[in-house]
T-cell receptor
Framework: GENVGLHLPTLSVQEGDNSIINCAYSNSASDYFIWYKQESGKGPQFIIDIRSNMDKRQGQRVTVLLNKTVKHLSLQIAATQPGDSAVYFCAENWRWAGGTSYGKLTFGQGTILTVHP | DGGITQSPKYLFRKEGQNVTLSCEQNLNHDAMYWYRQDPGQGLRLIYYSQIVNDFQKGDIAEGYSVSREKKESFPLTVTSAQKNPTAFYLC????????????FGDGTRLSIL
């Protein structure tokens, strides 16, 4: 399944499928990006991060892709499991163009991922 | 276990009352943060602290106050001036202020009586 943007905040997939969650970020000068997973009633949990000098980074069952040309970030989850059901947030680290990194994380709206057994 | 502890998990505020939310970390992180999360929304930054004895306003600081007297502690006070305090409050910390992942506690849910 594929989420085509923040105007579709819900993604439903079958167990075992690959999931792709997309995020459009706002600041072309942002230099650091993070994906978080948030389960109901809990705080966000760090999944994976990527710096702007990279296009791709892989973790365990997850891959983050960064396309700076179109300011787009995606999270790919391989072999999605019911335990992956949660809200997923992308966050960008704002950097003032030409200046020092500001350090503020700006969070996206989030995408609800539901995995059906 | 290293981590961030927020307490209490649930908190109720009466009209005109100030309440304080606790956040403690044993990760030896320099930077700490407070966020507010409303239903179906992302996180909004209330206050942040880059180092002990220093803190800065975030995007929605009005009606809130903080202190950072110890490295491991960053309490948030929701004052009576905050007219819409009902929300999920999240505390986070990071090793340094910039380009480092922030690690979150499990939040405090504040409601008005």
């Amino acid at each position: 399944g594929e989420n085509v943007g923040l105007h579709l905040p819900t993604l439903s997939v079958q167990e075992g499928d690959n999931s792709i969650i997309n995020c459009a970020y706002s600041n072309s000068a942002s230099d650091y990006f993070i994906w978080y997973k948030q389960e109901s009633g809990k705080g966000p949990q760090f999944i994976i991060d990527i710096r702007s000098n990279m296009d791709k980074r892989q973790g365990q069952r997850v891959t983050v892709l960064l396309n700076k040309t179109v300011k787009h970030l995606s999270l790919q989850i391989a072999a999605t499991q019911p335990g992956d059901s949660a809200v997923y947030f992308c966050a960008e680290n704002w950097r003032w163009a030409g200046g020092t990194s500001y350090g503020k994380l700006t969070f996206g709206q989030g995408t609800i991922l539901t995995v059906h057994p | 276990d290293g981590g961030i502890t927020q307490s209490p998990k649930y908190l109720f505020r009466k009209e005109g009352q100030n309440v304080t939310l606790s956040c403690e970390q044993n990760l030896n992180h320099d930077a700490m943060y407070w966020y507010r999360q409303d239903p179906g929304q992302g996180l909004r930054l209330i206050y942040y602290s880059q180092i002990v004895n220093d803190f800065q306003k975030g995007d929605i600081a009005e009606g809130y106050s903080v202190s950072r007297e110890k490295k491991e502690s960053f309490p948030l006070t929701v004052t009576s001036a905050q007219k819409n305090p009902t929300a999920f409050y999240l505390c986070a910390s990071s090793a340094s202020y910039s380009n480092q992942p922030q690690h979150f506690g499990d939040g405090t849910r504040l409601s008005i009586l």
